[in-house]
């Protein structure tokens, strides 16, 4: 079992920053990935950015130039640096961790007001 504790969320002004953190405990794989999938009401979840532990990213075409995925792996921390934020970023967060089995934080709510 891998369990994953989300930080960083809250409400930010159109054009701002936050950062998201995501620490993972349990049973950690050698071999995994981390990332951020993000849900707004009404809509399906989507994936927002995902990282290898050779730090390789994958990002949505929506936050590409915007957003920023990076780890610690000595941590087992996944960071999501969120600049240039639009009212179309508001979503609750989630954190997933990827070995074979998938799993998920509890979500944070990321608003950003126009």
């Known amino acids: 079992q891998v369990q994953l504790v989300e930080s960083g969320g809250g409400l930010v002004q159109t054009g701002g920053s936050l950062r998201l953190s995501c620490a993972a405990s349990g049973s950690i794989s050698s071999i995994h990935v981390m990332g951020w999938h993000r849900q707004a009401p009404g809509k399906q979840r989507e994936l927002v950015a995902a990282i290898t532990g050779g730090g390789n990213t994958n990002y949505a075409d929506s936050v590409k130039g915007r957003f920023t995925i990076s780890r610690d792996n000595a941590k087992n921390t996944v960071y999501l640096q969120m600049n240039s934020l639009k009212p179309e970023d508001t979503a609750v967060y989630y954190c997933?961790?990827?070995?074979?089995?998938?799993?998920w934080g509890r979500g944070t709510q990321v608003t950003v007001s126009s």
């Open positions: 997933i961790y990827q070995d074979g089995y998938d799993y």
